[in-house]
């Protein structure tokens, strides 16, 4: 992805300190935006179906998962730190809670939801948040993927008509008997349930884009009720909301403490950890929705608070057990589609929750036609999906399946607990056999032997080092070849000591990283300045340049083609097929130091690059015997199609060092011919023509500095100048962009136009010392500007830069403050870039 990306202008400024953050109410008014209401009824139609299912699925009593949607979505969403993320109960949640129901009672397990928020609050206080985030993501998923299989087989047999056993081995037996013994009626509801649930996402035409904005999992529950109504199936188990004056409360728990205190560790950890990844997920979703939102303007949604936000669960599941409701946890499927329907504040989470209530109260004899199972089909599908291919393929892409694969087997045969402590045994053990997982080889090749080492040198790995060293014959030339990024001392010691041996027995031995180069030896022995056997190749740490092997250039293709190129292989591929599609052309200097995909963080086919002395852009039309930077902005431009040009100077510029010691009647060589092209530049300097451009917060260091920021400047000029850009910059399809490089900070700057007036004012930014102007040399008669181009005057004395004489009538005419804004480390999001 290129780093060099036209900046938004539109950004809202900071805050003051102490004012109300974006997504919460005014002070002394409340105010709900349009976006919000919509996105609060799109999540409620998704959870009320969801919340009746989870506890179906559960055990509980059917009016707790209502009880815990609206807890979730009110002081969750209230107090909670990720302000669009949605909480209630949660599917990652069924097996545990279900389990301590059987195991303790309804009463109890409400007690013990109270006693994991008040656990959480703890947490939160002590901010361990981050610390939830360190588990591996294969543990997460596999857990997930684990409930969801677990889930799954139990609503399978309420589907089937039967009643799912506790443990999920004994589920998968009891189904041959289940499926001897159909019952047809809850089959035929159950079909219908999941057949509308997979096939309305996929509804084609204007008629289904507009059926879609009902969500999928309210059409298929209505459409079973409505088939099990029409049909007169009376025989089929329905929804039964008791009256709220008989709901149970919670009970303290009489088992012994040793069982409620794992049980309360249980329900925090999972809470938490779902919790907190889904809050991360959010930040996630608000980030694509803003980089998809094509120029409309995006209300500034803070990144989550994590330790507020394992606050706000806590708050919320002591108010949901003390209730009589179900365990509470963010939950993703509702939180996307309060991102994905526009809600821009906790407005909209709150909202929900009190939808939620209405219905709880008002829509008691419409909710009881519901069909229990068509709430079991929708969580058994809701469980299937748990079981995610995009995470599978992420697993085993970062060689995780094993650590993966055992979480979920061990989740559904043991439970959650377990199965996430077995997973995590699983996979510090493959962490330790990567970490021993050391290849030694060794080779002759042209009389020289190569001791080659794949993978982290440790202790482990020791003996069979010596043994490969071993069998290296004294006084034989050797070359032992590191390719990893850790060794320990034992390691470090045992290459020492064989190194002294070898050669004091007459050999020699080098040591290389994994790009050939060498890595100096001991500081005892070596004046280098690099550390002992660290494969980083700073220039300083070469040898003598006349000792230089002109093996660099082979050294680094064979470092490509057996470390880079494996990597890169399908995306050149891919980049050969389709061809270049580069979204900008990057015009800079020749320079050796600068390197643009570094400094750019580009790749294969992000930019265009034209490189020449001093980053120069010849007028358009004139006879100069070179038109290789025309013909690339041209094809660029209309060929390519690019969407900006950045033109980056940098410091320490040679050619701008030889522009300005430039002799008049000097021999006109290729390269005074092709500097040439920059003495529009010197002329800007020289005669002061507009504001000087300097760097934000110091002036130009010298002269040097103050010609290169010029000639960004005047080389942007030069570009609009030619007919292809200056019409594609008309259109509004192409922007332009300044930058410079400062080598020896590595530090990028951007150029930003920023309005003032001569006059100076409140807002005029105060101007840089200028640096001492040099003299102009003598040149032949040609300004370097297109005809007709006023060359400007020089300010008299005391004058602020860009005022004119005009006399004591004459009004100032506007003009810019041309700043090279420094990019920080987050991005140019402050920066304002104008073409």
């Known amino acids: 992805m290129s780093a060099c990306v036209p900046t938004r202008t539109d950004s809202p400024p900071e805050p003051p300190e102490g004012s109300p953050l974006p997504h919460s ?4 008014r409340f105010r709900i935006a349009g976006a919000d209401l919509s996105a609060s009824i799109s999540v409620f139609l998704i959870a009320l179906p969801l919340s009746l299912g989870i506890a179906l699925a559960t055990g509980a009593p059917l009016q707790a998962g209502l009880v815990a949607a609206a807890v979730g979505g009110i002081v969750a969403g209230r107090f909670g730190g990720s302000p669009l993320q949605v909480s209630g109960p949660a599917a990652g949640l069924t097996v545990v809670t279900a389990d301590l129901i059987q195991q303790y009672g309804w009463r109890a397990t409400c007690a013990v939801t109270v006693l994991a928020g008040l656990a959480q ?3 939160a206080a002590l901010r361990v948040a981050r610390s939830a985030l360190a588990v591996s993501p294969a543990i997460v998923h596999g857990m997930i993927a684990g409930i969801g299989v677990t889930i799954a087989l139990a609503q399978l047999h309420i589907v089937l008509g039967g009643t799912p056993r506790s443990a999920a081995l004994d589920n998968v037996l009891a189904l041959p008997g289940q499926l001897a013994a159909l019952h047809t009626d809850a089959v035929t509801v159950s079909a219908v349930t999941v057949a509308v649930l997979l096939a309305w996402p996929r509804l084609p035409g204007r008629t289904g884009r507009a059926v879609r904005r009902l969500p999928a999992a309210l059409a298929a529950v209505a459409a079973a009720t409505a088939l099990a109504a029409v049909a007169r199936l009376d025989g089929l188990p329905r929804v039964d909301l008791p009256s709220w004056s008989s709901h149970a409360l919670p009970q303290l728990p009489q088992d012994p403490v040793l069982g409620i205190a794992a049980a309360v560790v249980t329900i ?6 779902q919790s907190l990844l889904s809050a991360v997920a959010v930040d996630k979703l608000l980030a694509k929705r803003a980089e998809t939102a094509e120029g409309a303007p995006q209300s500034r949604i803070p990144r989550s608070n994590l330790d507020r936000e394992l606050a706000g669960q806590g708050a919320a599941n002591i108010v949901s057990g003390a209730l009589g409701g179900l365990p509470v946890a963010g939950v993703a499927v509702r939180t996307v589609a309060n991102v ?20 709880a109260l008002l829509l008691v004899p419409l909710l009881d036609l519901i069909p229990l199972a068509a709430l079991a089909a929708l969580v058994m599908v809701v469980g299937v999906q748990m079981v995610s ?3 599978l393929r992420t697993v085993r892409r970062n060689h995780e399946l094993l650590v993966y694969a055992v979480t979920l087997l061990s989740v559904v045969a043991t439970g959650v607990l377990e199965g996430v402590a077995i997973g995590i045994a699983a996979a510090v053990a493959v962490s330790l056999h990567r970490l021993t997982r050391t290849r030694i080889s060794q080779e002759e090749y042209d009389g020289v032997r190569r001791v080659r080492v794949r993978g982290q040198l440790t202790f482990l790995a020791v003996p069979r080092l010596t043994r490969a060293l071993g069998l290296v014959p004294r006084g034989a030339d050797c070359v032992v070849e590191l390719d990893g990024s850790f060794m320990d001392h034992a390691a470090y010691e045992a290459l020492h000591d064989w190194q002294i041996a070898h050669v004091a027995h007459g050999g020699t031995v080098e040591f290389t990283g994994r790009a050939g180069g060498r890595i100096s030896g001991p500081a005892s022995e070596s004046q280098n300045c690099c550390r002992p056997w660290t494969p980083w190749r700073n220039h300083h740490c070469h040898s003598a340049p006349g000792r230089r092997t002109g093996r660099e250039l082979a050294d680094g293709l064979g470092s490509f083609q057996r470390d880079t190129a494996p990597l890169v292989r399908d995306e050149l591929a891919r980049l050969a097929r389709e061809g270049q599609r580069p979204s900008q052309l990057f015009l800079t200097c020749a320079d050796s130091r600068l390197i643009t995909s570094m400094i750019t963080a580009s790749g294969p086919g992000d930019l265009f690059t034209v490189r020449n002395i001093g980053n120069l852009v010849p007028l358009p039309g004139e006879e100069n015997g070179d038109d290789s930077v025309a013909a690339a902005i041209e094809y660029a431009v209309e060929v390519l199609g690019v969407g900006s040009i950045t033109v980056c100077g940098h410091s320490g510029c040679g050619a701008m060092q030889s522009l300005l010691g430039l002799e008049p009647d000097g021999e006109q060589t290729p390269l005074r011919r092709w500097l040439r092209h920059g003495l ?19 002036p130009p260091k010298d002269a040097v500095e103050q010609l290169c920021l010029t000639n960004v400047v005047q080389q942007l000029e030069h570009l609009r100048s030619y007919e292809t850009v200056a019409r594609r910059l008309a259109d509004g399809t192409l922007k332009l962009h300044g930058m410079y490089f400062h080598v020896g900070e590595a530090q990028a700057y951007l150029l930003a136009e920023e309005d003032g007036r001569t006059g100076g004012g409140p807002s005029q930014p105060a101007q840089p010392e200028r640096p ?6 003598e040149q032949p008669e040609r300004s370097g500007r297109p005809e007709g181009q006023p060359t400007g005057k020089q300010p008299a004395d005391g004058q602020p830069d860009g005022e004119q004489d005009g006399g004591p009538d004459a009004a100032p005419g506007p003009a810019f403050d041309l700043v090279f804004h420094r990019v920080p480390p987050s991005g140019a999001r402050s920066v304002r870039a104008r073409g």
């Open 121 to 123: 609050l703890g947490l």
């Open 340 to 359: 994905s329907a526009g809600a821009v504040s906790r407005h909209s989470t709150m909202l929900h929750g009190l939808w939620i209530v209405l219905a």
């Open 25 to 28: 109410p005014p002070p002394g």
């Open 268 to 273: 925090t950890l999972v809470t938490s950890v």
């Open 389 to 391: 291919i995009t995470h």
């Open 680 to 698: 529009p530049s010197m002329e800007r300097m020289a005669e002061g023509r507009g504001a000087a451009p300097r760097l934000s917060g110091r």
């Open 772 to 777: 001492e102007r040099p003299e102009r040399p």
